[in-house]
């Protein structure tokens, strides 16, 4: 089976998945990797055998020392379907929750320089156009209790 020819042209997406974590105010929490300019929802990527949710549970203890106790992960918000110049990607944004204490926040210095809570439009500031677009669907999503389905970080026509 795996030698057959429509094998070939199917998609090999690279899958990122990240959380939508807000305060009790409604900002949401950015990162700042140590290595791009630009800032990030906390999260990463998926790796072999891993599925999504666990690769954001596991990225989320990595990045901001919190464990499902702290941070429980909540549903699929949206996802992104992207064509990138490195190839296929598909993007997932979870429900990270609220999160009112930042005592128990542990960045790893070598990956990233800080976290804020930030407005919506500093978000579009600070993050690229399609991460933007993404976490101001992923906001969306919460408020409508919908999943909303997406490519290049804009709705998909339905």
Known sequence: MSDAPWLASAARPVTAAG???RDPDGRVLLVEPTYKSTWEVPGGLVEAGEGPAAAC??????????GADAL???????LDWATTPQGDALRLLYDGGVLADTSRL???ADE???????DLDVVDRR???P?????RAAVEAVAAGVLLELEDGKRRPT
């Open 19 to 21: 959380a939508l974590v």
């Open 57 to 66: 549970r596991r990225e989320l203890l990595e990045e901001l020392g919190l």
């Open 72 to 78: 429980p992960l909540g549903r699929l918000l949206c």
């Open 106 to 108: 542990r960045l790893p």
């Open 112 to 118: 990233l320089a800080s976290a804020e809570f930030v």
């Open 127 to 129: 993050c690229g156009e």
């Open 131 to 135: 991460l933007a677009r993404r976490v």
